[in-house]
């Protein structure tokens, strides 16, 4: 057991240092605490130690207790899971197509990331954000992604508009609901929704970015919202959550299996989300499990029921990722073969700065590389996270476990345990040829104008709020606008019967078919 303690030590060793930020560690094994232990520094500037007492943000591990305050509601009878939400909403939502409350919970509504839209109305991650931000940002939404229960796509929105249900049917907002109803009844005695960004919480942690060499920066949260994120809790009192989905004592034991059921979406395939969680095999062992990520916090927790393994960790940095910190644990407690990274591909060439473009398994994104002083770096929101060489022609990114090679295409990276991702490096499209781009495009989702203009000959995009902004050209008529936010946007420009563009579809990862019609 010594050793098993050891090893897991190992893992967060970037946490145990006396003047760093660090987090909490929570493993729980047949029903017994094997491992238990904290880490750093809650507040830096005051050297505050983390203890069991630190409550940390843990983002969107939040929803399970979004969709468990739902259905209490449901196992009252006052919630039906198949009614469609515009019978609890009917101010709020103008969707042409019905979306059930059960298409919230599993993630598969085709409502549109409010993130994505905020950002797309205007709204920078660094304003102060407001409930009232939230939903007027949804009320005017009159389309979705795709079909309800047609795929699965994770999406905030659904759980913002689950605790407004919550709110109107019970009387209660989530804060009040979700701790008379589920944390003070399970004995959860550190845990609580924030209600408000500004308000003083005694023993709550602070967040700080890393740049990747161990120098830290405060990373504030700018908002308390409720539904999809914003629960302030401790490691231990998430593993007391994971039991009650064990041996549930405050809703039926039906409704813990409603949580967990795996939805079949219309085309006959199972879905990977359900009720707040995510279930899957890690090494052929099932799991249920959830991460968080706001500002720097991370959170994450897992459970393995068949092997009665349960893992919580909370952090206020994201120097070691805590998804695969737990999958360490895991591999660890289970005599399971550790991940490897991916072999180097062959045919490598030296760096090249730029923007490089991909597309994954929740759609398009883009990573920025940069020269820093001597060396190479990922641009990230805050600062940039260095390039080490690994000897081997590839280059880790800062503390991560992700290398980066860079060959003729563009570059590929690789995590452990999974292969390795081509992107494709742009650059700024030409206006020569692409004059009838040019033009005013407003969106009545977003009730806000894109104009695409030519300069120095190249063609660029400009927003109200974050300025101008260059179209990288993909291919054909499918380009990257770098808006100036902290979001690439995909712009698939539509044509009509002539062959004249008529608009352009703008998307993000998890706001899809946003068609902005020129004017």
Same mark, same amino acid.
């Given at each position: ?31 017994? /605490? ?41 196992? =009252? ?57 939230? /939903? ?41 609901? $979700? ?50 994120? #914003?629960? %302030? ?13 064990? %041996? ?29 969680? @995510? ?22 927790? @897992? ?12 952090? %206020? ?7 695969? $910190? ?85 570059? /590929? ?16 499209? #030409? ?65 009509? =019967? ?22």
């Amino acid at each position: 057991m010594m050793e098993l303690k050891k090893q897991i030590d190992q893992i967060f060793y970037r946490w145990d240092h006396a003047d760093t930020p660090g987090g909490q560690v929570a493993v729980r094994h047949h029903g017994k /605490l094997i491992y238990s232990r904290c880490f750093g520094l809650s507040n830096i500037e005051h050297r505050i130690p983390v203890t069991e007492d630190t409550c940390f943000h843990v983002a969107s591990v939040s929803k399970q207790v979004t969709v468990l305050s739902m259905l209490l509601l449901v196992e =009252e009878g006052k919630v039906s899971l198949d009614e469609d939400i515009r019978t609890y909403l009917p101010d709020l939502v103008s969707f042409k197509e019905p979306v059930t409350v059960r298409n919230l919970m599993n993630n598969n509504s085709g409502i549109r990331d409010q993130w994505g839209l905020l950002e797309m109305r205007g709204i920078r991650y660094t304003d102060t954000i407001s409930m009232t931000d939230l /939903l007027e940002t949804l009320r005017p939404q009159k389309h979705l992604n795709f079909a309800p229960g047609s795929r699965y796509l994770y999406s905030n929105s659904n759980f913002t508009l689950i605790a407004e249900i919550v709110r109107r049917i019970s009387g209660q907002d989530l804060p009040e609901f $979700a701790k008379e109803r589920i944390f003070e009844p399970l004995g959860m005695k550190h845990t609580f929704i924030r209600r408000g960004v500004w308000d003083t919480v005694p023993g709550i942690s602070s967040s700080y970015s890393d740049n990747g060499f161990g120098t830290f920066e405060l990373s504030p949260l700018n908002f308390a919202l409720w539904g999809a994120t #914003s629960m %302030n809790t401790t490691a231990w009192d998430l593993l007391t959550l994971l039991e009650h989905y064990h %041996n549930p004592t405050i809703c039926t034991r039906a409704t813990v299996e409603e949580m967990k059921k795996a939805p079949i979406l219309s085309d006959g395939s199972v879905s990977p989300y359900a009720g707040g969680l @995510f279930a899957g095999e890690h090494k052929g062992h099932a799991y249920i499990e959830h991460s968080g990520a706001d500002a720097a916090f991370r959170a994450q927790v @897992f459970s393995f029921e068949q092997d009665e393994l349960d893992i919580a960790i909370v952090t %206020n940095t994201a120097n070691t990722p805590a998804g695969i $910190a737990a999958r360490k644990i895991a591999d660890l407690v289970l005599g399971l073969p550790r991940d490897e990274l991916p072999q180097p591909p062959a045919n490598l060439t030296e760096p090249v700065a730029g923007r490089y473009f991909f597309t994954g398994a929740e759609g398009e994104g883009t990573m920025e590389i940069v020269q820093d002083g001597d060396g190479w770096a990922v641009k990230r929101r805050r600062g940039s996270v260095p390039l080490i060489a690994d000897g081997q022609g590839g280059y880790q990114i800062g503390y991560l476990d992700e290398k980066v090679y860079f060959d003729a295409n563009g570059l /590929l990276t690789g995590i452990p345990g999974k292969p390795l991702t081509p992107m494709q490096r742009l650059e700024q499209a #030409s206006a020569q040829g692409r004059e009838e781009l040019l033009g005013e495009y407003y969106s009545d989702d977003l009730e806000t104008v894109t104009r695409i203009y030519e300069q120095d000959g190249l063609l660029w995009g400009w927003h109200f709020r974050f300025g101008a902004g260059p179209l990288m050209a993909v291919e054909g008529d499918h380009y990257v606008y770098m808006q100036g936010g902290d979001t690439d946007l995909n712009l698939h420009f539509l044509r009509g =019967e002539q062959g004249e563009p008529t608009g352009f579809s703008m998307e993000c990862s998890r706001c899809l078919n946003m068609v902005c019609t020129k004017q």
